[in-house]
């Protein structure tokens, strides 16, 4: 086709090896409605990771559509700096109402990367602002993902995605993930006591003078595998902050919006009060990119001050607070509370982690873990042994390109193969999607 000529002529696309192209070129989807995509030639595929993590009600939602409609025949776009608009104080006024804790500033930037990133520099400069200069370095999880900018890379992990960059990165401190399936204190989940958060106190109590702030994905480490780690343990991360004076950041980017069963992943845990609150991806539903960093009046107040003292908070995007974003994201948030979403999230969600249960019984299923409409099954060589297939061996792409075959988007991380699934699915489509995958991951045979 004449188009995918084109494409691979003229354009790069991310987290791709090009060459791969030659064998295997990018589909050209033409339309979506629902959880379908369509490509040219007229076949679907179920979009069983919401389109990297951002589908939220499908895809062509009408009230959607109007909204952004409605908004461009008044205003597509102005600067943020010294000027306002409504659709940005009125997302602003509800992020407010429904996030946890007692955060009440909003910074709006454009993607989430950038929404961490601003995190991290507001935490780094409340520190100056407050006379404390030693406090200047973060602490991670070793398997966190964070973004592919330089300040969101160096408190991710170090891997593939970003080896390459290390030199780069400003130091941080890491601590060992709290993997269930792959202990790094080498205990049972049932029996251990969270013993896996001992590493970050001891760091912590060694080095809490030199820390801004700990950074954290709630419960769920997407890009890292999507490992799904317990609640106690980011409850007891929460304690630490506090009890080390240091910031907690959580980045709900990926987990926000209903992904978890919850609105966000951090009500999970009663009480918990990060400082900061970094969201993206399905704040819009997926429609538009906005980022957005939310923040307590603690934070705000120590940047408050005359412009003389230099304690302005000097960081902003072009698209900051895009109006037409901000009201897709409004909508979007209007859908939550017309269409029930969360109860009828709530309603089918016995079903589907039941039957992730059954793939446990798969030859190569060393791991199956969930957590609301989120999902993901380890394959391994050996499950007594939990071997990894090796890089070379590259399961996920052969998944990949068997899983389209079986109208299936799959874009597995590595080994792993997950679900990240829109929070409007139906029963039967779900029903659907874990028969094709069930299906394919039995009869998986490596070509």
Known sequence: MYLIKKDLKFIWHPYTQMKDCQKAPPILIEKARGIKLYDANGNFYYDTISSWWCNVHGHNHPKIKRAIKKQLNLLEHVLFAGFTHKPAILLAEKLISIVPGKLSKVFFSDNGSTAVEVALKM????????????????????????GDTIGTMSVSGVDLFNKVFSPLFFSSFKAPSPNCYRCPMNKDRISCNIDCINPLEKILEERSKEIAAIILEPLVMAAGGMIIYPKEYLAKAAGLARKFNVHLILDEVATGFGRTGKMFACDHVENLL??????????????LPLGATLTTDKIYQAFYADYKEKKTFFHGHTFTANPLACAAALASLEIFEEENVLEKVGKILPFFHKTMEEFKDLPIAGDVRY?????????????????????????????????????????PLGNIVYFFLPLCIQKRELHDILSRTHSLIADFKKD
């Not at 389209?404 to 874009?411: F, G, T």
Request: proline share 1%; charged share 30%.
């Open 123 to 146: 935490s780094f400069q409340y520190w100056k602002n407050m006379g404390v200069n030693k406090k200047i370095k973060f602490i991670s999880l070793d398997d966190g993902y964070h």
């Open 274 to 287: 990060p400082d900061f609150l970094c969201l993206s991806k399905g704040i819009t539903a997926g429609y």
């Open 371 to 411: 957590l609301g409409l989120i999902a993901a099954l380890e394959l391994v060589k050996d499950k007594k042994t939990k071997q990894r297939f090796s890089f070379e061996e590259r399961i996920g792409f052969e998944i990949f390109q068997q899983g389209l075959k079986k109208n299936l988007l799959l874009r």
